[in-house]
Structure formats: structure tokens, C-alpha cells
């Protein structure tokens, strides 16, 4: 396929070329209303680069949408998957770094586990995006991507900038905003035109993600959307649904109805790294579990190091020092061993990481 629009892109049997870079496209990663994003190896003067890419092709193409994007290139937002090349063309190719899949897509435990970890990430990113004046209008679940690091750490990243407003224009003109509707906060009107909306849209949104990550439900869906604007109704739900306190604390300060008494993404980051507020996380549950398991193996250490004293005691001509030094030495063995036994443990659980694709064969349509 060959366009005349600023630069020449052409498609042949799954193969995108673009001036001196082609991207080999793979399988599909993810698709939602507009776009299709790739896994695509890419290749620069035809020498394969080591790193695979994530190529989205958005097939409902308009410039303006197009402009931002190239925008955004020069903003490298923290916690985000910001373009690394911006191909314009009949339709909108954008190169990102490669991602695994998005939250939707992650098993709920690895969620819980990571709760505080999302949390921070998006509002790092929205700290960032809002203060260079834009708002992302989409945050949800589905726009959070994961991948698993070196390290074997999790790592996310909010994407999809289709949505995204310069802060200016929502200020001051009627906007036709491309949001979610169980993820929009009452002040979006879904199916029209809104106005005076600013970035604790945002907050909103990530609040609501977070209440339906950690409970696996929707709060608002078609039948009740009416009710976005009862704050006891929502203070109600997140009381139900919530257990942990410090969760629960953030997304009643980010699902607030009059959009002027929600926390903004700076406090919404000191709150989480608060150490005064650090006893309800699951992370911490995590550690606690970990430290509870710890004191079991040490209990029996201790049952084992008693029955090797008793071993001893029992033996006949016993000489005392000899046998503090051997008691020692037992025990220093036997709580090495059960500590080594709870880390490979966790190694273990770590390793055993979903593989998410959606679609096995390359699925572009021209
Ligand atoms: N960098 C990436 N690495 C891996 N997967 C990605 C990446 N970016 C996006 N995806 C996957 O592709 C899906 C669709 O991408 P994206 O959200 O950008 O487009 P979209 O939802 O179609 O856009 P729109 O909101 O305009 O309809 C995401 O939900 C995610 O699963
Ligand atoms: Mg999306």
C-alpha cells in the first residue's frame, strides 16, 4: 500500500517499510476501538535490532489525533509507553516499547500483590502528564500495560493517547471526549458534548480502575450510570468491596462526585509512600507472610534444635562445651536451610508468569 501523506509507507505480506526501517509484524498484542497494536521485529538497513517492538496501527485515522502524537514523542512521560517513531500515513503506525499485555489480561493475584505498585506508576505518570498541561481522558485497565523485568519484577505503564486533551482546550471549549463509560466520571457526558472538565477526570478514572481491579467488579455499568453521582452510593460500594484501609482511603479520595474535592496525583503519590499508612498493604501482607513463615520455620528449628539437645543430653559422658558448640552450629544449618527452602519458593512463584496473547496470526486489514 503506498500513500502521498508526508512520507511514503508500504505493507507487503506483513511487512510495514518505511523509509530505511521495515517492522516485521508478528502477533497481535492487543485491539480496541480505533487501533491494533503488534508485536513487530524491526529492522534498520535490513540489520535485525535486538529488541522487538510493539507497532500500533490506528485504522481510524484523522490529523489533528496525529500532530498530538508527534507531540508526545518529545515528552517521554514517566511511566508511560510514549512513541518512539511516529510513521504518518493512510492510517497512524506509532512504535512503542514492547509490553506484555494489559491489566485486564493479568491474573487478579498478581494484581493484589501489586496493587500499591499500579497505583503509584499511573499516578507518577499522571503527575507528569498533568503538569505538562494535558489530561488522558482513558484511563482503565485496558490501558495499563505490564511486562516482567530483568529482575523478574513487574513493571507498568499507562498507554493509549488517543483520548488525550491539551489542558487548555477542555478549559475552554466543549469537548466531545472519547472516554469509557464505567471508567468516566460524572462530569463526562458520555454521548455528547462536555464542559469545564480538567485533569481530576483522570483521578477519577484511576480510582475507579483501581476499585475494579481489586474487587474484579464493575461499579457503574449500562443499567446504573445514573448513580454516578450519589457519593454515598459509591462511598457505600468501596466500604463493601474494599477491605484493605489504605486502598480503600485512596479511591474514596479519587471517586469524589464534586470533582474539586478530589485528590490530586501528587498527594495521591506522598499517601502511597507514606510509611504511616503501610500497614494495610498487600505488599505488606506480602512481607508479613513472609516474615510469618519465616517465624514457623524458626519454630521448628527451635522444635528440632530441642529434640538434637535431648539427643545429646541423653547420651552418656557428656562434655558441656563441645556440645554448646555443636548446638550452635545444628541450629545455625537447620535456619539456613529453611530459609533457603522460603526463597526458592518465592522464585518459584515468580517464574510462573501468564503469557498473554489474544491472537495467534497477524491480523492487519487494509
Ligand atoms: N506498548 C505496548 N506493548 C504491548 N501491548 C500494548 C502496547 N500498547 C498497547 N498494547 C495493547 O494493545 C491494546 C490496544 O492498544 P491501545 O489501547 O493503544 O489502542 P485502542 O484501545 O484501540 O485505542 P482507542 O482507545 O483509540 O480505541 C492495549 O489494550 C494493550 O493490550
Ligand atoms: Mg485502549
Redesign the pocket.
Known amino acids: 500500500m503506498q500513500n502521498d501523506w508526508k512520507v511514503q509507507v508500504s505493507h507487503e505480506d506483513g511487512i510495514i517499510k518505511y523509509q530505511n526501517i521495515e517492522y516485521c509484524i508478528g502477533q497481535i ?9 503488534y ?1 513487530a521485529e524491526k529492522f534498520i538497513n535490513k540489520i535485525k535490532q535486538n529488541e522487538d517492538v ?1 507497532l ?1 496501527i ?1 485504522n ?1 485515522y484523522f490529523k489533528p489525533n496525529y500532530e498530538l502524537l508527534n507531540q508526545l514523542k518529545n515528552f517521554r512521560w514517566k511511566n508511560t ?1 510514549y512513541p518512539i517513531e511516529n510513521i504518518a500515513g493512510g492510517f497512524l503506525y506509532t512504535e ?7 491489566l ?2 493479568l491474573e487478579t493475584e498478581k494484581i493484589k500483590n501489586n496493587i500499591f505498585e499500579i497505583a503509584k506508576t499511573i499516578a507518577e505518570a499522571l503527575f507528569e502528564i498533568h503538569n505538562s498541561k494535558f489530561i488522558h481522558f ?1 484511563v482503565k485497565p ?2 495499563i ?1 505490564y511486562k516482567i523485568d530483568q529482575e523478574q519484577k513487574f513493571k507498568f ?1 499507562l ?5 488525550i486533551q491539551p489542558l487548555d482546550n477542555a478549559l475552554t471549549q466543549e469537548l466531545f471526549i ?1 472516554a469509557t463509560p464505567q471508567f468516566a466520571p460524572p462530569e463526562i457526558e458520555i454521548q455528547g458534548y462536555s464542559i469545564n472538565t480538567d485533569q481530576s477526570c483522570d483521578i477519577w478514572s484511576l480510582g475507579m480502575s483501581l476499585y475494579n481491579l481489586y474487587s474484579e467488579k464493575f461499579m457503574f455499568t449500562q443499567d446504573n450510570l445514573d448513580k454516578k453521582k450519589d457519593q454515598d452510593f459509591i462511598d457505600s460500594i468501596v466500604d463493601r468491596d474494599i477491605q484493605d484501609q489504605k486502598l480503600k482511603s485512596l479511591i474514596k479520595q479519587s471517586l469524589k462526585v464534586q470533582k474539586d474535592e478530589r485528590i490530586n496525583a501528587k498527594d495521591f503519590i506522598d499517601q502511597i509512600k507514606n510509611p504511616q499508612n503501610e500497614r494495610d498493604q498487600p505488599i505488606q501482607k506480602q512481607s508479613s507472610q513472609k516474615s510469618a513463615q519465616f517465624s514457623q520455620s524458626l519454630v521448628q528449628s527451635t522444635k528440632a534444635i530441642e529434640f538434637k539437645k535431648q539427643e545429646i543430653v541423653n547420651q552418656q559422658n557428656l562434655i558441656k562445651i563441645p556440645i554448646l558448640q555443636s548446638l550452635i552450629e545444628e541450629a545455625q544449618k537447620i535456619i539456613q536451610n529453611n530459609s533457603n527452602k522460603i526463597d526458592n519458593n518465592n522464585t518459584i512463584t515468580q517464574k510462573r508468569q501468564k503469557q498473554s496473547c489474544l491472537l495467534d496470526i497477524p491480523n492487519i486489514i487494509f
Open positions: 498484542l492487543g485491539s480496541g476501538a480505533s487501533a491494533k497494536v508485536r510493539a500500533r490506528q481510524r509507553t512503542y516499547e514492547l509490553f506484555e499485555g494489559n485486564s489480561q482513558d485496558d490501558n500495560v505503564a498507554c493509549d493517547f488517543s483520548s472519547e
